[in-house]
């Protein structure tokens, strides 16, 4: 069985494969090796793959030497079924990399779109025939709602829910963030979505992240939600390394 491990900048994801199928997931927003031990005890693990953007990932690493003789740790040289045409591959978000294999996975003969809705948000394009050709990064949700507190004296903090509504107008403080904040995402993505199909008719669109489920019922364009993308992917890269 495989074990993909995705350190991001906020929370760990950990999920066991069997094959190509998809068996457990697990979440740490602090990762503790007693608690993580438990996956090894459930699950006969023969091999895993590790992706981190994270400079805290010590941890990590020595969890996994504990368990496993050899592990795979995802880097730019790591190869993998795409054809990576980035400028600058060795700065290129392994997670952002991961997702794109994910996504071709699922949807191999479209270009792909990749929405990461994450601490950042990323867009990224993936060709018919398995080119990376590269995307776009831009604040994440609670980024945007930390800054118009941060750099402001008198804005507050806004912490959304999803069952929140977002309005045309805010008839207070707290709904004009609100809105302000959560329709601009939801524009933005549109706004990639709607241009990226008159480049490609046939793009199939792909939305994951930790805060996905506040976008992907509220999107007036039909995509694909898939809350472990970047775990799928990092599978997909472990057996075809295997």
């Not at 592990?71 to 400028?87: A, R």
């Not at 941060?150 to 977002?166: A, M, Q």
């Not at 107008?169 to 959560?182: E, F, H, Q, S």
């Not at 489920?213 to 799928?232: C, D, P, Q």
């Amino acid at each position: 069985m495989n074990l993909c491990v995705d350190q991001g900048n906020s929370r760990i994801k950990i999920a066991v494969f069997d094959g190509n199928r998809l068996v457990d997931t697990y979440l740490f927003k602090r990762f503790e090796s007693s608690l993580a031990d438990e996956i090894f005890r459930a699950y006969p693990i023969e091999r895993a793959i590790f992706c981190s953007v994270s400079v805290e990932n010590t941890a990590v690493r020595l969890w996994l030497a504990a368990h496993l003789e050899n592990y795979m740790e995802l880097s730019y040289q790591t190869p993998i079924p795409l054809i990576n045409t980035y400028s600058t591959p060795q700065t290129l978000g392994n997670d952002r990399l991961a997702a794109a294999v994910g996504a071709y996975s699922i949807g191999a003969g479209n270009p792909l779109l990749v929405i990461d809705a994450g601490s950042a948000i990323t867009y990224d394009l993936v060709s018919a025939d398995g080119q990376y050709i590269g995307g776009n990064i831009a604040p994440g949700m609670k980024m945007r709602f930390s800054a118009l507190h941060d750099y402001t004296s008198s804005l507050p903090y806004v912490e959304p829910s999803e069952n929140d509504t977002y309005e045309l107008t805010g008839k207070d403080t707290r709904k004009a963030i609100l809105n302000g904040v959560m329709n601009g995402i939801l524009y933005e993505m549109e706004g990639y979505i709607r241009h990226y199909r008159e480049i490609y008719p046939n793009l199939s669109v792909f939305l994951t992240g930790g805060n996905f489920s506040y976008f992907h019922n509220r999107l007036k364009i039909t995509t694909f939600a898939e809350r472990n993308l970047v775990l799928i992917g990092l599978n997909r890269i472990l057996e075809y390394n295997v």
